[in-house]
Nanobody, 115 residues
Framework: QVQLVESGGGLVQPGGSLRLSCAAS????????MGWYRQAPGKQRELVAT???????NYADSVKGRFTISGDSANNTVYLQMNSLQSEDTAVYYC?????????WGKGTLVTVSS
């Protein structure tokens, strides 16, 4: 059973930082692609960043240079470091893993960027 649990969301002022964590029930990111996605109110879910088993990363243009995805194999955890947050980054952030063609999702963590 694939389980992903996100944490670290909250309220932050524009220009601030947050680090999201995704605790996985197994060491998936050493085997499968993992990623962070987000869904803002009234919008479709979109890709934020991905992390491949060989350590390659990919970012949405809107977060390049501000967000960093990384993994910790010892703790089966994937992180998303978010800096220089903007109001447009307000969304529910989801962790996901694509395992044998099936996408598995966490329940999400809310990030609100507001003064």
């Amino acid at each position: 059973q694939v389980q992903l649990v996100e944490s670290g969301g909250g309220l932050v002022q524009p220009g601030g930082s947050l680090r999201l964590s995704c605790a996985a029930s197994g060491n998936y990111f050493s085997i499968f692609d993992m990623g962070w996605y987000r869904q803002a109110p009234g919008k479709q879910r979109e890709l934020v960043a991905t992390f491949t088993p060989v350590g390659n990363t990919n970012y949405a243009d809107s977060v390049k240079g501000r967000f960093t995805i990384s993994g910790d194999s010892a703790n089966n955890t994937v992180y998303l470091q978010m800096n220089s947050l903007q109001s447009e980054d307000t969304a529910v952030y989801y962790c996901a893993v694509q395992r044998f063609g099936i996408m598995y999702w966490g329940k999400g963590t809310l990030v609100t960027v507001s003064s």
